[in-house]
């Protein structure tokens, strides 16, 4: 019974690359969040999406980053032309379709963490 | 906007203590989960409360969700050295389709449990 799995665990790139990070949820999970944790802060809500769809992105910046969570394969949250302010730990999550309380846990991955040289 | 503040911060113990760690709010949550995370890992649920007045025991761990779901308290009795580590608290506002949406966070109050 696999959890969330993220890869790559640690992820350099210069400015002004791309950073691509890859979420597989738990298997039969349909629903999946990503979060930022910049050092000394709690958690912070960017994205949460469901298979192909958006559901709310008010946490992610509107420039430079985006996600999708397409129906086959895992989600993808893409950052362009880095900065070194984008350098912080990025989380997913993934929580099962359902009407009772299972629905309320978000399951967390490993994390990946990312650094802006 | 809704925040959580967790209190303390920090706090470190001998083994064998108990504490109590705080979560607080001014808004309502539907549900309210407990996190730990260890150092270069990601947080692991240690318990949901979705009911005000809620108690749940987890081992040595109790928690609970104030009456009118805006605050919570884990407690831990005689704590080991493996306790240690940041424990989060992350509020539910609600939900879409199913599940409940975003999570909001505390800052985590870290814990040190020392021999």
């Known amino acids: 019974n696999a959890g969330v799995m993220q890869n790559p665990r640690h992820l350099v790139r210069r400015r002004g690359q791309e950073a691509r990070l890859r979420c597989s949820p738990v298997?039969?999970?349909?629903?999946v969040y990503w979060y930022r944790q910049l050092p000394e802060e709690g958690l912070k809500f960017m994205v949460y999406?469901?298979?192909?769809?958006?559901?709310?992105e008010s946490g992610m910046p509107k420039e430079r980053f985006s996600a999708e969570f397409p129906k086959e394969g895992p989600s993808i949250l893409r950052i362009q032309q880095v900065v070194r302010g984008d350098s912080a730990a990025y989380f997913c999550a993934s929580s099962p379709q359902s009407r009772d309380h299972s629905s309320y846990e978000q399951y967390f991955g490993p994390g990946t963490r990312l650094t802006v040289t | 906007t809704q925040l959580l503040e967790q209190s303390p911060q920090f706090l470190s113990i001998q083994e064998g203590e108990n504490l109590t760690v705080y979560c607080n709010s001014s808004?309502?949550?539907?549900?309210l989960q407990w996190y730990r995370q260890e150092p270069g890992e990601g947080p692991v649920l240690l318990v949901t409360?979705?009911?005000?007045?809620e108690v749940k025991k987890l081992k040595r761990l109790t928690f609970q969700f104030g009456d009118a779901r805006k605050d919570s308290s884990l407690h831990i009795t005689a704590a080991q050295t493996g306790d240690t580590g940041l424990y989060l608290c992350a509020g539910s506002e609600g939900g879409y389709g199913g599940s409940q949406g975003n999570l909001i966070f505390g800052k985590g109050t870290k814990l040190s449990v020392k021999p």
């Open positions: 409360v979705v009911t005000g007045g």
């Open positions: 298997k039969g999970h349909s629903h």
């Open positions: 999406l469901q298979k192909e769809n958006i559901i709310d």
């Open positions: 808004s309502v949550f539907s549900s």
